[in-house]
């Protein structure tokens, strides 16, 4: 499972790209912990938007654990609340 830093902003999208890579070496599905998400940028979503094109196009999936509204909420505002679904998160 990889823990989500606090905030995802742009100037951690890179360490958070190496840090799906990693995952993705390991596993087939991706755990992400959303918990202690406060804050989310437009970058991060899309860095989570290709992780999750990536996985379908490999039949796999993002499993999300916890809860952050703040990430839902930048979600939503960027139209794409169907293509990351965040309610299967526990």
Known sequence: MLKLPT?????QV???HQD??????ANDDICLDISEVTRADT???QLLCALQKHLLSVQHKI???GESKP???AINSLGLSHYL?????N
């Open 63 to 65: 499993i999300w654990v």
């Open 7 to 11: 905030e995802l902003a742009i100037s």
């Open 20 to 25: 799906l890579l990693q995952e993705l070496s």
């Open 71 to 73: 990430l839902q909420q």
């Open 43 to 45: 970058a991060s979503i």
């Open 85 to 89: 679904v965040l309610e299967n998160a």
């Open 14 to 16: 890179e360490t958070l």
